[in-house]
C-alpha cells in the first residue's frame, strides 16, 4: 500500500509560482508509473503531468513550458513547479501512483489562481 498526502497548495495571483509536493509513506521507485492530475469545478480529473513506468514523460500540451514534473525518491517525494499560472490552473490537484495495476491517490489540494 502507498498513501500520498498533497502540500504546498493555496492562492496565487496570475503570473506567480506554486510547488506542490506530494509525500508517499511508502518508497516509490522509477518501476512506479506516478503524475499528476487536477480537477476543475464541473470538469473531469485530467493528467497534468506523470512519467510512465518506462521513463517517458508526459505533460498536458496546456501546462507544456510552464509546470515541471519531478521526483526524489530519497525522500520518496514528487513534485509539481508551476510557473507563469493562470487561472484556468484553478482546481482541485491530486498525486497518483499506479502500481502492479492499482491506483493510489492523494487526498486533494486546492489551488486558485485569482488576483
Known amino acids: 500500500q502507498v498513501q500520498l498526502v498533497e502540500s504546498g497548495g493555496g492562492l496565487v495571483q496570475p503570473g506567480g509560482s506554486l510547488r506542490l509536493s506530494c509525500a508517499a509513506s511508502?518508497?516509490?521507485?522509477?518501476?512506479?508509473?506516478m503524475g499528476w492530475y487536477r480537477q476543475a469545478p464541473g470538469k473531469q480529473r485530467e493528467l497534468v503531468a506523470g512519467?510512465?513506468?518506462?521513463?517517458?514523460?508526459k505533460y498536458a500540451d496546456s501546462v507544456k513550458g510552464r509546470f515541471t514534473f519531478s521526483r526524489d525518491f530519497a525522500k520518496n517525494t514528487m513534485y509539481l513547479q508551476m510557473n507563469n499560472v493562470k487561472p484556468e490552473d484553478t482546481a482541485v490537484y491530486y498525486c497518483?501512483?499506479?502500481?502492479?495495476?492499482?491506483?493510489?491517490w492523494g487526498q486533494g489540494i486546492q489551488v486558485t489562481v485569482s488576483s
Open positions: 497518483n501512483v499506479l502500481r502492479r495495476l492499482v491506483n493510489y
Open positions: 511508502g518508497s516509490i521507485s522509477s518501476s512506479d508509473a
Open positions: 512519467f510512465t513506468n518506462v521513463g517517458i514523460t
